[in-house]
Nanobody
C-alpha cells in the first residue's frame, strides 16, 4: 500500500515560483511512475507532468518550459518546480503514482494524494 502526501501549495504572484513536493510512504515493491495533475474549478482534471523511475519526463504543453518535474528514488519523493506562474495555473494540484505491490509485483496500482491548492494572483 502507498499513501501520497502533497505539500508546498500556496499563494504566488504572476511570474513567481512555487515548489510542490509529494512524499510516498507505505509498502510497495516499486513505484514506476509519478506525476502531477491539476484541477481548476469547473474544469476536468488534467495532466501536468509525469516522471519515470529512470528520469524520463513528460509535460503538458501549457506548462512546458515553465515547470520542471524531478524525483528522488531513494526518498520516494517527487517534486514540481513551477516558475513563471500565471493566473491560469491556479488549481488544486494532485500527486499520482503507479506502483507495484509486494504481493503481486506484476500489477500496477494507482494512488492519488489529497491535493494542494496553488493560487496565482496579484
Amino acid at each position: 500500500q502507498v499513501q501520497l502526501v502533497e505539500s508546498g501549495g500556496g499563494l504566488a504572484q504572476p511570474g513567481g515560483s512555487l515548489r510542490l513536493s509529494c512524499a510516498a510512504s507505505g509498502s510497495f515493491f516499486s513505484i514506476n511512475i509519478m506525476g502531477w495533475y491539476r484541477q481548476a474549478p469547473g474544469k476536468e482534471r488534467e495532466l501536468v507532468a509525469t516522471i519515470t523511475g529512470v528520469g524520463r519526463a513528460n509535460y503538458a504543453d501549457s506548462v512546458k518550459d515553465r515547470f520542471t518535474i524531478s524525483g528522488d528514488n531513494a526518498k520516494n519523493m517527487v517534486y514540481l518546480q513551477m516558475n513563471s506562474l500565471k493566473p491560469e495555473d491556479t488549481a488544486v494540484y494532485y500527486c499520482n503514482a503507479a506502483y507495484q505491490r509486494i504481493e503481486s509485483s506484476a500489477a500496477n496500482v494507482r494512488v492519488w494524494g489529497q491535493g494542494t491548492l496553488v493560487t496565482v494572483s496579484p
